[in-house]
């Protein structure tokens, strides 16, 4: 059983940054693959970002690359999205998940981030 936590969503301009942090309760947070996912208002959950369980690889959607980055201290049971450059259109509810394999099974319970125009 992974449970996970966000924090760092906020109010920003656009052209501004934010760092959200998503820390996991367990001891096997290593184990797992981890991915960011948002939903906008009227939206359906879209993937931003994932990460494999070393770090060592990472993957992000079309829509942010180059201006998101996500990334993972296991030391601290704790990934990280880096957010460059926001635009009003990123503007969502943002969850991070552990998967435990086949699909993502353990969700937090999301944390707002509007961008300003």
């Known amino acids: 059983q992974v449970q996970l936590v966000e924090f760092g969503g906020g109010l920003v301009q656009a052209g501004g940054s934010l760092r959200l942090s998503c820390v996991a309760s367990g001891r096997t947070f290593s184990r797992h693959e981890m991915g960011w996912f948002r939903q906008a208002p009227g939206k359906e959950r879209e993937f931003v970002a994932a990460?494999?369980?070393?770090?060592?690889?990472?993957y992000v959607a079309d829509s942010v690359k180059g201006r998101y980055t996500i990334s993972r201290d296991n030391a601290k049971n704790t990934v990280y999205l880096q957010m460059n450059s926001l635009k009003p259109e990123d503007t969502a509810v943002y969850y991070c998940?552990?998967?435990?394999?086949?699909?993502?099974?353990?969700w937090g319970q999301g944390t707002q981030v509007t961008v300003s125009s």
């Open positions: 998940a552990a998967s435990s394999g086949t699909q993502y099974d353990y």
């Open positions: 990460i494999s369980w070393s770090g060592g690889s990472t």
